[in-house]
């Protein structure tokens, strides 16, 4: 009996090694830094399908001089940039594209990055929001430091987003820039002279900038945020697009307490293990976000 056991004990560990998205070592590296690059996050099949829905929807956006399209709360589904028009299309955010494309739902639903998520704050997981952040060739647009749980307050702070590269992304193309360590650090205040603008104050921005690293990679790679992590990302000035799908998860313990920016038909949908209908909490203070009157944060981020 006795080799038999060991084969059992050696095959378990195999098992368990092929089941794992993510080694102990990047386990740690995430929750050290708050955040984790992975290449191959997307198939090419998944990353083929997210840039042909993409491309129809900067052609349709050729057709249009101001933002457009409806979500679930009756604001404009695509959003763009000042100075969009037919020949330099600047189409800089879809809302939840989820709701609208079978290949962006289908990525929501698997990818490797997911299962890492899920090893990350598992093994119970929530969908939680989308939208897609592209910066055209030339683009102004600039995404100020912000930390997303600001935007979005829940009962605890075990919220990834997902950011699939969907071109490669180099320093040259406005990549994004993340502040190692910074999600053990403050929860700093978005609101300025009593205006939500989204973003840290001027000090804060300008020390976070001295300490941000760049994530670059070739199309198809994921970065892996927790939500309290300082970040954001400069104009893109080269001549190659900068296009990002974005997917944000939950642990299915983290209770919303604020109303959703992003809102989605799939808002809460259990992408991995199971309900258990069970709130966790950690003590945290803050001042309720503000929703955009328009289309997305670029708006608010555009006052500060
Ligand atoms: O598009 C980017 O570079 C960053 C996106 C981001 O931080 C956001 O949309 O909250």
Same mark, same amino acid.
């Given at each position: ?23 102990? /070592? ?32 900067? /052609?349709?956006?050729? !057709? ?68 897609? !952040? ?21 009962? !605890? ?78 104009? !893109? ?52 976000? /503000? ?14």
């Amino acid at each position: 009996m006795a080799p038999a056991t060991s084969i059992a004990i050696a095959d378990t560990k195999l098992y368990s090694l092929a089941m794992d998205a993510l080694s102990q /070592e990047q386990v740690d590296a995430y929750w050290e830094n708050g955040f984790l690059v992975l290449t191959d996050a997307l198939t090419a099949d998944q990353l083929h399908a997210l840039n042909a829905d993409f491309d129809i929807w900067i /052609e349709e956006s050729t !057709n249009e001089v101001a933002a457009y399209g409806q979500t679930l709360d009756g604001r404009p589904r695509f959003d763009l940039e000042p100075g969009h028009s037919a020949e330099h299309p600047a189409l800089r955010r879809v809302t939840s594209p989820v709701d609208i494309s079978s290949a962006y739902l289908e990525v929501m639903r698997n990818s490797r990055a997911l299962d890492a998520v899920a090893q990350l704050i598992g093994p119970n997981v929530e969908f939680n929001n989308s939208k897609v !952040n592209s910066k055209q060739p030339g683009a102004a647009t600039e995404v100020k430091y912000h930390q997303d749980f600001l935007f979005q307050p829940h009962s !605890n702070e075990d919220l990834i987003a997902v950011l699939f590269f969907l071109d490669d992304v180099t320093l040259e193309n406005g990549p994004l820039e993340v502040v190692p360590g910074s999600h053990r650090g403050p929860m700093y205040d978005h609101w300025h002279k009593g205006v939500f603008t989204g973003t840290v104050a001027d000090d804060i921005a300008k020390d976070a900038a001295t300490k941000s690293l760049p994530c670059t990679g070739p199309a198809g790679t994921a970065c892996l945020m927790h939500t309290r992590l300082l970040h954001a990302s400069a104009p !893109n000035r080269s001549t190659r697009p900068r296009t990002l799908f974005i997917a944000e998860y939950r642990a299915e313990d983290s209770i919303s307490l604020s109303p959703q920016s992003l809102p989605s038909i799939y808002d809460g949908e259990v992408v991995r293990g199971e309900r258990t209908g069970r709130i966790r909490t950690t003590p945290f203070e803050m001042f309720e976000p /503000e929703i955009p009157k328009g289309a997305s944060f670029f708006e608010q981020q555009a006052v500060s």
